[in-house]
């Protein structure tokens, strides 16, 4: 599988280094019942960084990642998605604006039944009717594109394996090769590790990181590691109790800081 290029993964628009936001928030707010979740919570996420979102759980993560797409609406504040103002669009823009993120769950989202491959190649042809994919239309330019992305992710040994025979490492790795293979500039991926052992915890970072590194994805992943966050992590957004803690790069997370959130979480 090695001679297929892989340089059409990533997206044509962004390839960055330009420095810009790929995401940007701004005093985003959310409460349920009257209590505050997240507190006018302002952050950037650079182009082509892979940056993790951190915090204990019952933080904020999740809320906020929904507020990003607007599958739950913020009570205030913007959020920008490359230039684009996703809390003023309407809802036939903010669902053609979903269609070009590559999402990747907790618990991996994959159509049991159907193999590796042709849960990549759905994913391929969202915008087409399921009897084409079921009928599995697919061209031979989508099976190679659709096969080099399961290679990257180490699993072209298991392309036509059920999704329901693959490890809970080996779903979560075809769910971010799905998202490889709809050429999606942005991956949000929320606590993608939680169910997975420390082994392929790691392996899914790596291949998150390297997403970003290699091949410019702006990758926003959530986590309650601290250590793991700071290992794999280009920049860290933490929150605590609903508010922003730190946004920096993680080499700036000290000691110092990883204890006070710690301590936060025993509070
Ligand atoms: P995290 O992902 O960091 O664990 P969440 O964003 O899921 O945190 O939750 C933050 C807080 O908001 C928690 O206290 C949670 O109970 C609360 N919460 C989340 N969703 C809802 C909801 N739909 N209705 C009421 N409370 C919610
Ligand atoms: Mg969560």
Known sequence: MNDISL??????????????????????GKAFQGRVVLERISCDVPKGQFVVLLGPSGCGKSTL?????RLIEPDSGTVTMHGTEVT????AALKALRREVGFVFQQFNLVKRFSAIDNVLAARLATMPLWQVLLRRFSEQDRQLALACLDSVGLIDQAYQRAERLSGGQQQRVAIARA???QAELILADEPISSLDPESSENVLQILQRAARERGFTVLCSLHQVDLAVRFADRIIALRRGRLFFD???TAFTSDLREELYRAQRA
């Not at 990642?65 to 797409?69: G, P, V």
């Open 7 to 28: 340089t059409h993964l990533s997206s044509n628009r962004s390839l960055t280094g330009d420095g810009g936001a790929a995401i940007a928030v701004r005093d985003v």
């Open 65 to 69: 990642f929904r507020c990003l797409t």
């Open 88 to 91: 003023s669009l309407r809802p």
């Open 180 to 182: 490889f293979a709809q």
């Open 248 to 250: 920096g790069p993680a």
